[in-house]
């Protein structure tokens, strides 16, 4: 994100008139469905407004350190066995309908953990230049959302399998080799689908997952590049104006 990010924050960088993390807090407060919300990571002081923030933490280091912390600090009044969402600070163009569409989706199962993808014929028609990274799989190719939910009581497992897939998650094909070789070879040679891809990712982590397929781009739409958040500023601007 150079230069935007040489005297601060990434999720603090003004977009549209107000910080980047701004849009995501906006669209949780606004969301019937969203009850408490716990930030971590965001410097001391920041200047974000969230009347439903319930906790602010110090970054713990990583995304998957991070998001554990947030999960301990809910279980102060919601059972391990409950669920939360996790959204990331940089989705600007989420909206509250999309979250209350996740949590519908994740009423219809019990799961430990609920992944989000974007197909990308949807990714590229909503944002085309975005750069995202697919895993073509067995008649879909698919990008990760950053708008996921999980029971709370995994914040009270160890998940080193976990670590190393959030670490990784920016290049699927790392993902998928830490996941067997064998499942390597079927993305490699298209032969697996996404239903078959989860069952494999979750017998290796000990958990029930479920993949979820959005079909709103805008949760898979983190800004990462000065080029992505051209393209947002630009987005963002035309849905203002009404041309979106």
């Not at 939360?84 to 569409?101: H, L, N, Q, T, Y």
């Not at 197909?119 to 190719?141: F, H, I, W």
Request: charged share 25%; hydrophobic share 45%; net charge negative.
């Amino acid at each position: 994100m150079f230069p935007l990010t040489v005297d601060g924050h990434k999720s603090l960088i003004s977009l549209g008139g107000k910080p980047v993390a701004q849009w995501t807090l906006d669209a949780m407060n606004a969301s019937d469905c969203v009850e408490r919300v716990v930030i971590v990571g965001l410097p001391e002081g920041a200047a974000v407004d969230c009347p439903k923030c319930a906790a602010r933490l110090a970054d713990h280091g990583g995304v998957l350190e991070n998001m554990v912390a947030g999960a301990k600090a809910l279980m102060q009044w919601r059972s391990p066995q409950e669920n939360c969402i996790s959204v990331s600070a940089d989705i600007p163009g989420i909206r509250p309908e999309i979250i209350e569409w996740l949590a519908e989706r994740m009423g219809e199962s019990e799961e430990d953990l609920y992944y989000t993808v974007v197909q990308r014929p949807v990714m590229e028609a909503r944002y085309p230049g975005s750069r995202r990274t697919y895993l073509r799989l067995k008649g879909a190719e698919v990008c990760g959302g950053d708008l996921n939910g999980f029971r709370l009581g995994l914040a009270l497992d160890d998940q080193p399998m976990a670590a190393r897939l959030i670490a990784t998650r920016k290049n699927p094909l790392k993902q998928a080799a830490l996941i067997g070789l064998d499942t390597l070879a079927l993305v490699l040679l298209g032969r697996l689908d996404l239903e078959g891809a989860v069952r494999r990712v979750a017998q290796r982590m000990g958990m029930r997952g479920r993949a979820i397929v959005s079909p709103y781009a805008e949760l898979a739409m983190d800004i990462d590049k000065y080029g992505q958040y051209e393209l947002m500023r630009q987005d963002l601007l035309r849905l203002e104006t009404g041309e979106i």
